[in-house]
Antibody, heavy 117, light 105 residues
């Protein structure tokens, strides 16, 4: 079955770089797009960015200068890197599979990232 | 960027009550997706393409709308429906509504 699982450090210091991994199973990254969505504690959902089946990427314009999404199809992994982290980047980060018909039909469990010294 | 405005932000409903949550878009969109999220859990797909129920969603839920105005309706509120609901559009950049927290009275 389709599964996504996020992993990464729970704590990042301000101004440092965040690196997250989304490991997927049950589908191919070369046939599906994977997006990142984040949710600050107690707040709503914010789209972060995406990597498409062909390998191209799209980013939230507010984060674009700090953000990079890449993948390793042989390992079924998608990577998020965000630099110059600030406290407002504290959030649960979800990876999710997108389809035009069904929307974000599959989600990982999310990983909490706290930016603090 | 298309801004989605949900109303109300929070609401309470009694068992058996009819509930309507609205989502207004700043520009016309082709259709809307909806998600349900409970505390400590990931969002779940709930309604896709405006009116189609995701797998396992009770048929007391329905979705409708077009252009800039969409809604999610629950006929006969049940305790398990208490959650936060988000609308979402897919024109780049993808955006979500701010969420509607539905509580049981």
């Amino acid at each position: 079955q389709v599964q996504l699982k996020e992993s990464g450090p729970g704590l990042v210091q301000p101004s440092q770089t965040l690196s997250l991994t989304c490991t997927v199973s049950g589908f191919s990254l070369t046939s599906n797009s994977v997006h990142w969505v984040r949710q600050p504690p107690g707040k709503g959902l914010e789209w972060v960015g995406a990597i498409w089946s062909g390998g191209s990427t799209d980013y939230n314009s507010a984060l674009k200068s700090r953000l990079s999404i890449s993948r390793d199809t042989s390992k079924s992994q998608v990577f998020l890197k965000m630099n110059s982290l600030q406290t407002e980047d504290t959030a649960i980060y979800f990876c999710t599979r997108w389809s035009l018909d069904y929307g974000f039909a599959y989600w990982g469990q999310g990983t909490l990232v706290t930016v603090s010294s | 960027e298309i801004v989605l405005t949900q109303s109300p932000t929070t609401m309470t409903a009694s068992p058996g009550e009819k509930v309507t949550i609205t989502c207004r878009a700043s520009s016309s969109v082709s259709y809307m997706h909806w998600y349900q999220q409970k505390p400590g859990a990931s969002p779940k797909p709930w309604i896709y393409e405006t009116s189609k129920l995701a797998s396992g969603v009770p048929d007391r839920f329905s979705g409708s709308g077009s252009g800039t105005s969409y809604s999610l309706t629950i006929n006969n509120m049940e305790a398990e429906d208490a959650a936060t609901y988000y609308c979402q559009q897919w024109n780049y950049p993808w955006t979500f509504g701010g969420g509607t927290k539905l509580e049981l009275k």
